[in-house]
T-cell receptor
Framework: DSGVTQTPKHLITATGQRVTLRCSPRSGDLSVYWYQQSLDQGLQFLIQYYNGEERAKGNILERFSAQQFPDLHSELNLSSLELGDSALYFC???????????FGPGTRLTVL | AQTVTQSQPEMSVQEAETVTLSCTYD???????LFWYKQPPSRQMILVIRQEAYKQQNATENRFSVNFQKAAKSFSLKISDSQLGDAAMYFC????????????FGTGTLLAVQP
């Protein structure tokens, strides 16, 4: 158990819909990262937050957005869903002093 | 841009034997971090080992060790006394460190352990 929690574990929805994925980092970690794992794109970095502020953006679509709340939990919002958005979405967290990222169990998103 | 390459899509090892997974990377940075993550069938991403580029000594964690060749930009993972539970996808990852330390992953090596 990494100490990073993600909900829900599985999500099945239809094209055009909007979903929210939630992540709670390890106790004391200020940085939260979101990654997407799909068959064709592999593991890709989406976005990073540090203590509530956006720190870096990767290959994140405009239909996707994220935020980190004062209690440090983070949410990834995916809207106007397409079949190609079906993937495993991971959240990871790290401390400022240690660059090691610890991953949550992931949310499996299926868009039908 | 930094890249990570894993040239072995699949590997197989006999139980109790030793196997080495290869990874090369490309970067112009002098300070960075390298990682190996394991993804078993449960799909959980589990940290196996990490290496700081400024450290010349190769990292070890129990049966797992790395061969870090900075000049050659090579970072291989050696698994000794392989166990059935080691069967998984293994990902090599690079982080530039600093304030924005996103992970850049290789495409993975699927390791099978034969009893």
């Amino acid at each position: 158990d990494s100490g990073v929690t993600q909900t829900p574990k599985h999500l099945i929805t239809a094209t055009g819909q909007r979903v929210t994925l939630r992540c709670s980092p390890r106790s004391g970690d200020l940085s939260v990262y979101w990654y997407q794992q799909s068959l064709d794109q592999g593991l890709q970095f989406l976005i990073q937050y540090y203590n509530g502020e956006e720190r870096a953006k990767g290959n994140i679509l405009e239909r996707f957005s994220a935020q980190q709340f004062p209690d440090l939990h983070s949410e990834l919002n995916l809207s106007s869903l397409e079949l190609g958005d079906s993937a495993l979405y991971f959240c990871a967290s790290s401390t400022k002093l240690d660059n090691t990222q610890y991953f949550g169990p992931g949310t499996r998103l299926t868009v039908l | 841009a930094q890249t990570v390459t894993q040239s072995q899509p699949e590997m197989s090892v006999q139980e109790a034997e030793t196997v080495t997974l290869s990874c090369t990377y490309d970067t112009s940075e002098s300070d960075y971090y390298l990682f190996w993550y394991k993804q078993p069938p449960s799909r959980q991403m589990i940290l196996v080992i990490r290496q700081e580029a400024y450290k010349q000594q190769n990292a070890t964690e129990n049966r797992f060790s790395v061969n870090f060749q900075k000049a050659a930009k090579s970072f291989s993972l050696k698994i000794s006394d392989s166990q059935l539970g080691d069967a998984a996808m293994y990902f090599c990852a690079y982080s530039a460190g600093g304030a924005t330390n996103k992970l850049i992953f290789g495409t993975g090596t699927l390791l099978a352990v034969q009893p």
